[in-house]
């Protein structure tokens, strides 16, 4: 079994020991119930991990490592950005869940014409903070290396503006959606330097933004015969790349 991971601002060096506290520590003594001569990952959401012995603990929250090997990760290649649509918010944080699961870059929620749910003022702050912390824990229990940046709430002007800088770098931009004609699987992935999936609010995304970033150089393009929830597209089209292009070869 893979040793659990625990967050850490700083990664200890080889022969170093360190000690876990506040949530994460909690997290596991009180939750994991570690315990001495156990085996945790420590990794700053930055890509370095280090594997750690453990040597104790004390209290419900603190934990006593001596790490071992300590590597650092790339990101794999080519980097995935996906631009969520808000879901309704009893779904949003699945949405980053799964998309974390799957793999993802970059998240960039985003206020789209059909969207139902609303962020406004520090509603939209207090939205991209359950974001980061959704995303955060996902890629815990997902043993990533990288935790996602989780991006400010985008308005169109921003989606547009990091579609053409993408697409101008040689990149794909891929608009999912149920009536687009073009085969997903048929899109260039794996030589492109950067990818944007851009996903729609439960209605889709509407007229004016599918022209708007198809001028951009945006694809729209369909996933499969299935329609998807919104919550759930994202981390299907993150599966579909991992095995079309080598994100998923390690």
Same mark, same amino acid.
């Given at each position: 079994?893979?040793?659990?991971?625990?967050?850490?601002?700083?990664?200890?060096?080889?022969?170093?020991?360190?000690?876990?506290?506040?949530?994460?520590? +909690?997290?596991?003594?009180?939750? !994991? *119930?570690?315990?001495? %001569?156990?085996?945790? &990952?420590?990794?700053?959401?930055?890509? !370095?991990?280090?594997?750690?012995?453990?040597?104790? !603990?004390?209290?419900?929250?603190?934990?006593?490592?001596?790490? %071992?090997?300590?590597?650092?990760?790339?990101?794999?290649?080519? @980097?995935?950005?996906?631009?969520?649509?808000?879901?309704?918010?009893?779904?949003?944080?699945? #949405?980053?869940?799964?998309?974390?699961?799957?793999?993802?870059?970059?998240? &960039?929620?985003?206020?789209?014409? *059909?969207?139902?749910? +609303?962020? #406004?003022?520090?509603? #939209?702050?207090?939205?991209?903070?359950?974001?980061?912390?959704?995303?955060?824990?996902?890629?815990?229990?997902?043993?990533?290396?990288?935790?996602?940046?989780? #991006?400010?709430?985008?308005?169109?002007?921003?989606?547009?503006? *990091?579609?053409?800088?993408? &697409?101008?770098?040689?990149?794909?931009?891929?608009? @999912?959606?149920?009536?687009?004609?073009?085969?997903?699987?048929?899109?260039?992935?794996?030589?492109?330097?950067?990818?944007?999936?851009?996903?729609?609010?439960?209605?889709?995304?509407?007229?004016?933004?599918?022209?708007?970033?198809?001028?951009?150089? %945006? +694809?729209? &393009?369909?996933?499969?015969?299935?329609?998807? *929830?919104?919550?759930?597209?994202?981390?299907?089209?993150?599966?579909?790349?991992?095995?079309?292009?080598?994100?998923?070869? +390690?």
């Amino acid at each position: 079994m893979t040793p659990p991971l625990f967050w850490v601002d700083d990664v200890p060096a080889a022969g170093e020991e360190a000690t876990v506290s506040g949530s994460e520590g +909690r997290h596991a003594v009180t939750v !994991t *119930r570690i315990r001495r %001569g156990q085996r945790v &990952v420590l990794g700053d959401g930055r890509g !370095t991990l280090a594997d750690c012995d453990v040597l104790g !603990t004390s209290g419900k929250d603190r934990l006593t490592v001596r790490a %071992g090997r300590v590597e650092f990760v790339t990101r794999p290649k080519p @980097l995935v950005t996906v631009v969520q649509a808000l879901p309704k918010s009893e779904r949003a944080e699945l #949405a980053v869940d799964l998309m974390t699961e799957a793999g993802v870059d970059v998240i &960039v929620p985003w206020q789209a014409a *059909r969207c139902v749910a +609303r962020w #406004a003022g520090s509603k #939209a702050e207090r939205g991209v903070d359950k974001w980061r912390s959704a995303a955060a824990t996902a890629a815990k229990q997902a043993r990533r290396s990288w935790i996602p940046e989780v #991006a400010d709430l985008a308005t169109t002007m921003d989606v547009r503006e *990091r579609c053409a800088r993408v &697409v101008g770098d040689g990149g794909v931009v891929a608009l @999912l959606h149920e009536t687009g004609s073009t085969p997903f699987r048929s899109l260039e992935f794996a030589a492109a330097s950067e990818i944007i999936l851009v996903i729609g609010p439960e209605g889709g995304l509407d007229d004016a933004e599918i022209e708007d970033l198809t001028a951009l150089g %945006g +694809r729209p &393009v369909v996933l499969g015969p299935e329609v998807l *929830r919104t919550a759930a597209a994202g981390a299907v089209a993150l599966g579909a790349l991992g095995a079309v292009t080598d994100r998923w070869s +390690r």
